[in-house]
């Protein structure tokens, strides 16, 4: 299970590492049969990459483990996105580009590798990342509904439209990635079958 939190200084977490001042573990365990109101133990660390398009670098997550389930918690920085390398940012900006692009698709991953030298981007990211995210705009929408019922939507019949409408509000409302999985228990990326 990972539990998300948000980090105010991207920059500080990255040179930090495992002294970063992790936040403090729940006072009960967080798995649904478990529930113990027990003082979780530090677990040590394990490692991931987190690619923004400038920094490529492994970076430390802090585990937690419950003493009595024996089960883990990790705690993953609010600029990580659940189970994938790339960044926030950068995943939502790549799509942008993609649904709005007018070049051929070889074309746009030749800007985007000049662009991100150290970022290995190729014409399966972008179907993946295309993808994923026309399968998510309902469950998305419905995220975004949990964290502000008043969002408004546009009526366009259009799938691609509508993508493009969503990335726009996501890539504006503050903590979204964190704000999503704390609602949703998912990613926006996840996959839903």
């Known amino acids: 299970m990972q539990i998300v939190f ?4 991207i920059e500080e977490y990255l040179h930090k590492g495992k002294d970063y001042n992790f936040p403090a573990p729940p006072d009960r365990c967080p798995y649904p049969d478990c529930k113990c109101r027990v003082k979780l133990k530090k677990h040590g660390f394990y490692y991931r990459y987190y690619l923004d398009g400038l920094n490529c670098v492994k970076i430390a997550i802090r585990r937690y483990i419950c003493p009595v389930c024996k089960r883990t918690l990790s705690y993953l920085p609010d600029f990580c996105i659940p189970h994938f390398q790339y960044s926030f940012n950068m995943i939502v900006k ?12 070889s074309s746009f991953i030749s800007d985007l590798k000049r ?8 014409r399966q990211h972008i179907y ?4 994923r995210i026309m399968n998510n705009l309902s469950f ?11 969002i408004k939507l546009s009526k366009t019949d259009s799938q691609r439209e509508r993508a493009r409408e969503i990335l726009d509000i996501i890539s504006i409302v ?3 990635s964190q704000r999503f ?10 996959s839903l079958t």
């Open 115 to 122: 662009n991100f030298p150290t970022i290995l981007f190729s």
């Open 181 to 190: 999985y704390a609602h949703c228990q998912k990613s926006f990326l996840a």
């Open 140 to 150: 998305i929408i419905y995220g975004l509904r949990q964290i502000n019922p008043y």
């Open 174 to 176: 503050p903590l979204f």
């Open 128 to 131: 993946f990342y295309t993808k």
């Open 94 to 105: 790549s799509l942008k580009e993609t649904l709005l692009r007018e070049k051929t698709l």
């Open 6 to 9: 948000h980090v105010d200084n």
